[in-house]
């Protein structure tokens, strides 16, 4: 019996370790609620993490740099290449989702420098304040990369700022130039969407209609920034989604928001019934946004169904197949964008961050949206990067295997146990034991050679029947605990209580989707699949022994 513990120190990263690695070993569920509550002091340990929680190793040095030659030592400074990052961080800080932590954008210094032929965007902010700050890196994923700042932080002497008189005015940008690995990871992209489809005669898009990103949620950001654009009226979001995408377009939807929690056919009903309204009403809705399947529900809705609403009432439709990944699920066809994170299965080794999107040339809006994004995109993504994440994605179709195989054997081995007297574990969300299974399988690919089984994809969602045994098996799992997913390594989280779980009428929302508290999200890695069922037991021993406690006290 092999039970598997993090080969790592608290707060620093599974082998291999390196300065751009994205995942971390913070163990501890008490510890975990306790950052969310807003208590920082866990975090001082914290070497790696992934870096849109804030500027982490070269990006956070390069910040002190910059603020440094410029005369402002001891302050905190995010930096970015985007100068729409002035405005949009001016109006985060003020908004009243900030609670108690917001504070006045007079607060705020705006510089701009040019480094390294690279000209550089600052937000220099007194460290008392970057509660205020934290998901304005964090919901637009626009932060500099790790390597990227390593260039620029070795080039700092080169440092020349530029004035201007106003940050609703910046001075114009440079971003980074485009390299020979974006075209080829572009190409890429495009090969996988095309390969073993459904029905290749629809699925038409060339390397010209993906668009690259320095990380998956400012794929997010752009598209639905450009689809308002476009077209104004309602943002709507579909499902449970990645909670970046939930916070962002509840605070940045100038036209309205709109959340339908669940995706089956009751959803899909209430939805269907409030287009009508709003068409009747001569209301526009801008998109909707839904992911395939749902993190970390793991729940599948009706594409087709959903595809038609969009054409009869003209929205656009944007699907996030990042969980699923393109290996696995054919969905272009049925959608006008897909979208993706490569930061997780497609790039697979954990350092790196980036994203796509695909245009779909059957789209009734292609004609709209690509002259928008051919006229508006410009490159973000550090040449570094895209050759990092061109070389790891050359095995994905071997690694979706093992992930694939992985997971779906934790989360059987799981599901096996639900109905024993014993069993603290009242549900395993995975899209194979899942009532929607049907809508996920009418999108698995073609079987071919390299990967014969399309699959259900690397994350599992086990719910327990109370916090307190979600809480042993998470402190007893020997599961790297840690946000990413899609990595060389298997780790958890406790995903719903992190990010759901501080504001009583949002977890009871969400406890409504299918998202509740007492569960914990597990991203399979690429281990031998005996070692994590065997972790799997040593922590479900460990939940167990709280549950007949509690029962022999008569409090369960």
């Known amino acids: ?45 914290i070497v790696h993490i992934y870096p849109r929680f804030g500027p982490t190793q070269f990006a956070g040095k390069l910040g002190q740099a910059v603020a440094n030659k410029l005369g402002y030592e001891n302050k905190g400074c995010m930096v970015y290449l985007n100068p729409i990052m002035f405005p949009y961080t001016a109006g985060h800080v003020k908004n009243s989702h900030r609670d108690e932590a917001a504070i006045d954008p007079e607060n705020l210094t705006f510089k701009c420098v040019d480094v390294a032929g690279h000209r550089i965007y600052a937000v220099i902010f007194e460290p008392q304040h970057a509660k205020a700050l934290m998901l304005s890196w964090g919901n637009p994923g626009l932060g500099l990369s790790i390597r990227m700042a390593e260039h620029l932080l070795g080039n700092i002497d080169s440092l020349v700022e530029v ?48 668009y690259l990103f320095p990380s998956g949620m400012a794929g997010v ?18 499902g449970v989604v990645f909670h970046n995408t939930q916070h962002h377009l509840l605070e940045e939807s100038p036209n309205g928001f709109k959340h339908f929690g669940k995706v089956d056919k009751q959803g899909l009903d209430e939805m269907e019934a409030w287009l009508e309204g709003e068409t009747k009403e001569g209301r526009k809705v801008s998109f909707v946004i839904v992911e395939f399947p749902g993190n970390p529900t793991l729940e599948s809705t009706d594409l087709p169904r959903l595809k038609k609403l ?30 993706t994170s490569l930061t997780k299965s497609f790039n697979g080794r954990a350092d790196v961050l980036g994203g796509s999107i695909v245009l779909n040339p059957l789209s009734p809006h292609y004609s709209e949206l690509s002259s928008r994004y051919a006229e508006t995109h410009n490159n973000e993504l550090y040449a570094g990067d895209a050759e990092v994440i061109l070389a790891n994605s050359h095995d994905y179709l071997q690694r979706t295997r093992r992930l694939n195989r992985n997971a779906e054997a934790m989360a059987t081995f799981l599901h096996r146990t639900i109905g024993r007297d014993d069993s603290p ?31 259900y994809g690397c994350l599992v969602n086990v719910e327990f029947e109370s916090v307190e045994t979600a809480r042993a098996f998470y402190d007893r799992c020997g599961f790297y605990s840690s946000p990413h997913l899609g990595g060389h390594v298997t780790i958890m989280l406790a995903y719903n209580m992190m990010m759901f779980g501080k504001k009583p009428a949002e ?50």
Do not use: C
């Open 425 to 455: 574990i009242v549900r395993v969300q995975y899209p194979s034991l899942l009532a929607d299974k049907p809508n996920y399988d009418r999108f698995l690919r073609r079987s071919t050679v390299e990967l014969p089984n399309p699959g």
């Open 221 to 238: 950001f752009h598209t639905t920034n450009l689809v308002q654009q476009y077209r104004a009226g309602t943002n709507v979001i579909l």
């Open 163 to 210: 004035p201007f008189d106003d940050y609703k005015n910046p001075p114009k940008p440079t971003f980074t130039p485009d390299g020979p690995a974006h075209q080829l990871l572009r190409e890429r992209v495009n090969k996988f969407v095309h390969r073993a489809s459904i029905n290749p005669e629809l699925v038409k898009s060339q390397p010209s209609d993906v």
């Open 310 to 339: 969009s054409e009869k009432h003209g929205f656009v439709l944007i699907v996030d197949d990042t969980i699923a990944g393109f290996a696995n699920v054919d969905v272009l066809a049925h959608a006008d964008i897909v979208l």
């Open 507 to 556: 977890k009871e929302a969400f406890r409504g989707y299918n998202a509740a508290e007492e569960s914990i999200r597990i991203s399979a890695g690429l281990e031998d699949a005996e070692d994590l069922i065997d972790t799997l037991k040593d922590a479900l021993d460990a939940a167990t022994e709280v549950k007949r406690k509690a029962t022999s006290n008569g409090t369960s």
């Open 1 to 45: 019996m092999v039970v598997l513990r993090p080969q790592s120190e608290v707060g620093h990263a599974p082998p291999p370790q390196t300065a751009y690695s994205i995942v971390t070993n913070l163990p501890g569920w008490d510890t975990l609620q306790s950052v969310r509550d807003g208590d920082m002091s866990p975090m001082a340990k």
